[in-house]
């Protein structure tokens, strides 16, 4: 008898050795001789729809596997001015008719601007608020010579000196002074930045319009009209005086007010970041001060003294040098410090993540981010990336749970099923217990409970066992009816009369004989288990902020106006948790119809 | 042994099964955050002298009972507890007692209509697609079902938000009556059924997907039997083979399923209701966890409880009811 139980075995192996070979198929007289398994296998590649199931599962399975090693995650990272970006690629599609006619060229938040020779205006990207769109027409604004685009809103100013305002208007930003309305002046440079607009005048002066709340800006004696040029950034406005000198307009002292003292009346040129500036001096060497916590105070040493001019995007700086060639350093996220090699430029014009350069002949190179594949929740977080993360992470708690409550029920059932008597009532009982427990309300109140005081991993492994713990008695009362079907099998006997142990007995003879059933059942358990997983992150009782699984990044999109004008915020997780749920459900029931042929007749 | 006694052992049983999971939500309760006394005295503590306040604290400590050993403060507890005393609620300022029932109602309002809906189109479905098994009507509702059954529910709510709310504004996108109504009478139940509209619809989705299923498979097991190929073959019609002869057979594992679906639907609710800010239990729940308001909290948890042996109970009569062979010795 044990004999047979060897041959059963043999002949699975053979089985098995086949399928991976290549998986011809059996000729009639074999057919006979199949194995179990082999039979189950056979059907369940024969089912199309389990199939598709498996091909769709496993492809989303292995991106989010592989792909965070390409698109590298930081959690904790945050930009409001990437807030809500829809999804799409075209933040530097510059329209072709600005192709060797333009005249400025800006970078805003998630949007560009551009202005041909002619005066005409161009808007392309993604635009983070309607009134963008709202041009002021030729006839109203004459011919606009410079332009400016900040975080949402335009300052454009035209032959005349007379600055025009467009997209938000809140904060004051459309309350332009009088005397840049009127016209009439010589406007050396504008600048749209964040919430705040500034204009300087050939005279030196300077005017601010719109919340300064962030920047304070307080102009130190003898500054105004002495103004040569002027940099701001989210955190402060800095400019360079006629006599060469740096002066920031704040009286906080911060990184940024650490000026070199050595370039003070050497500066030609200056730019800045969210964290750190940059000042060009005479010589051409590049002196960079402030925080350095995205690489932006590592110049490149090879093109010190050949410097001219330098910009500054949020992270990052490109710097021009002497031969029109261009260098970038800083955060490199998005691309935006590889500046393109061999071209020669006239000026380059960087800002937020992207960068545009005019070259000699007018034509506009541009490099820097362009765009999100899955757009930005309202932190300005890539959703793409944190998908890849949140799916990892909804599989990683749904496997890690099913393994938990697949042991727990092998073992239970097992013993339960074999023992039988006293002992299989005892765990039968405990079985019971446990499944009258209100599963979801029960979760919420653990993990809410438990999860206080503890860290993010150690929640997430909470998660993990409090979903394992509570989702075994299923797959323990079928194993345990498994093993009472099997227990009376002759192999059994056999291995009795040879004195295997119990333990043995279970584990080793009759658990390879129910595998199968074990398995359809864990494969539907997991399909639940991220089910539980995703509704317990999405009320905010999972794995929380900053850690991304599918189920909260849906926290954000539960009203009206998110679902209504962020489609993308809920639509592309929302799909990849139903068809890895649907596929899941697909492979279980294929698995279940290979099993048991009775059950396909239904 | 009779069906009396079968019963009244499963009754004695689910008493024990009680008993087990009280303990279990007392160490729930006694693991909570924050010392009950502290909490009690307030802001005594700054403003009393400490060995005042220590005596304060010790006979404050003794009247609730926390003084005497474990088991004795369990029973305590779970006299309270069953007898309606479920604590003081900081969240409402008042007896928990007082304030659970409106919630209670909307809950267990959802859920009816919800199962009312899900038993009216699932189970004439089921049986329509078990009889025309394999033909074109049967796969394609087989493909919508695993679909409903599969995608999480908080998916379909947010997709009907969108349809129903948002690109056609058809149903309110929450609440539970519209904000300043003063209609009274049938006026005011149109009202509540217009916004109950979305949640129900919501949750009937997944239950029709598993529910039909089931009892697909369940019927055509039943129709495969000798006894529907007698029934048949005696001359009688079609309609009373399926529906009497079939149908009262396939109830029974259909029965099981459904006692599950029920209890897990009120706990799935908590999720609907959160979406749709729906003012019931499981709303409560949550912001009674969000604002540590424990009493609430444990409240709620003894009526999922409760309900979930309830249900148990439910179980085991419909089993009794629907199949005149069960004859257990359990």
Partial sequence: MLNNKKRKRSTAAIAAQRMALGGLPQQEEEEVLQSPLQMVVGSFVRDKIAMTGVILFSFIFLCCIFLPI?????????????????????????????????????????????????????????????????????????????????????????????????????????????????????????????????????????????????????????????????????????????????????????????????????????????????????????????????????????????????????????????????????DNTHGQASAPSGVTVSSVESGYYANYAITQDGSVTSWGLKGYLMGTDDLGRDLFRRMLVGGRMTMTVGAIAVVISTIIG????????????????????????????????????LSSILGNSISETQRIILIMCILGLLSWPGIARLVRGSVLAEREQEFVTAAKALGVKEFGIIFRHILPNIITVIIVNATLNFATCMLTESSLSFIGFGVTEPNATWGNMLTGAQNGQVIENYWWRWVFPALMLGICTISINCIGDGLRDAIDPKSKER | MGKGRYL????????????????????????????????????????????????????????????????????????????????????????????????MFNTVLLNLLTMFVVFVISIPLGIATAVRKNGAFDKSVQVLTIVGYSIPTFIIALLAIFLLAVKFPIFPISGVRTAGST????????????????????????????????????????????????????????????????????????????????????????????????????????????????????????????????????????????????????
Wanted: charged fraction near 15%; charge should be neutral.
């Fill in chain 2, 183 to 330: 209609a009274t009478g049938l006026a005011a139940i149109g009202d509540m059924l217009w916004h109950m509209a979305l949640p129900v619809l919501v949750m009937s989705i997944s239950g029709i997907g598993g529910i039909t299923r089931y009892v697909r498979a369940a019927m055509i097991d039943v129709l495969r039997m000798d006894y529907i190929k007698t029934a048949r073959a005696k001359g009688l019609r079609e309609k009373t083979v399926i529906y009497v002869h079939a149908f009262r057979n396939a109830l029974i594992p259909v029965v099981t399923v459904t006692t599950w679906w029920v209890v897990g639907l009120f706990g799935g609710s908590i999720v609907i209701e959160s979406v749709f800010l729906w003012p019931g239990l499981g709303k409560m729940l949550i912001d009674g966890l969000l604002q540590r308001d424990f009493a609430v909290v444990l409240t709620m948890q003894m009526f999922y409880v409760v309900l979930s042996l309830a249900g148990n109970v439910i179980m085991d009569i419909a089993y009794t009811m629907v199949d005149p062979r069960v004859r257990l010795d359990g």
């Fill in chain 1, 410 to 445: 092998i073992v239970v059932g097992g013993i339960s099923g074999y023992k039988g008597g006293k002992v299989d009532n005892l765990l039968m009982r405990l079985t019971e217990i446990v499944s009258s427990i209100p599963f979801l309300p029960f979760c919420i109140i």
């Fill in chain 2, 8 to 103: 009244l052992k499963r009754l004695i049983y689910i008493v024990f099964v009680f008993f087990i999971i009280s303990i279990l939500m007392f160490w729930i309760y006694k693991s909570m955050p924050g010392d009950p006394v502290d909490i009690m005295l307030g802001s005594s503590k700054t403003t009393m002298k400490p060995d005042a306040y220590q005596l304060l604290y010790e006979k404050t400590r003794a009247s609730l009972g926390l003084d005497k050993p474990l088991p004795i403060q369990y029973f305590a507890w779970m006299g309270n507890m069953l007898t309606g005393h479920f604590g003081y609620s900081t969240q409402y300022k008042q007896e928990v007692v007082n304030v659970i029932g409106a919630p």
């Fill in chain 1, 70 to 330: 390409f698109f590298p995650i930081d959690l904790y990272y945050q930009d409001v001015t990437q807030a809500n970006v829809a999804s799409g690629f075209g933040m530097l599609s510059v329209p072709s008719q600005l192709q060797g006619n333009v005249q400025d060229i800006t970078v805003g938040s998630s949007f560009s601007v551009g202005l041909d020779k002619n005066g005409n205006v161009y808007e392309w990207g993604t635009f983070p608020n309607n009134k963008l769109k709202n041009i002021p027409s030729t006839s109203e604004t004459g011919k606009l010579v410079q332009v400016s685009a900040g975080l949402d809103h335009v300052v454009a100013v035209n032959e005349d000196g007379q600055i025009f305002t467009w997209g938000n208007d809140r904060m004051g930003l459309a309350t332009i002074p009088m005397e840049l309305r009127s016209g009439g002046n010589n406007i050396k440079q504008i600048l749209a930045g964040y919430q705040i607009s500034l204009a300087l005048t050939e005279e030196g002066r300077m005017y601010n319009w719109g919340s300064d709340y962030l920047l304070s800006i307080t102009y130190p004696e003898g500054v105004q009209g002495n103004i040569e040029k002027f940099a701001a950034s989210t955190n402060i406005v800095m400019v360079l005086t006629k006599d060469g000198e740096v002066v920031p307009l704040t009286n906080k002292p911060s990184a940024y007010t650490n000026i070199p003292e050595e370039i003070q009346g050497n500066v030609v040129d200056l730019a800045l970041t969210d964290e750190c500036a940059a000042a060009v001096t005479a010589d051409g060497r590049v002196y960079t001060w402030g925080n350095n916590i995205k690489k932006g105070l590592n110049v490149p040493e090879d093109i010190q003294g050949q410097v001219v001019a330098v910009s500054g995007g949020r992270y990052h700086f490109t710097a021009v040098l002497k031969d029109g060639t261009m260098r970038g350093w800083g």
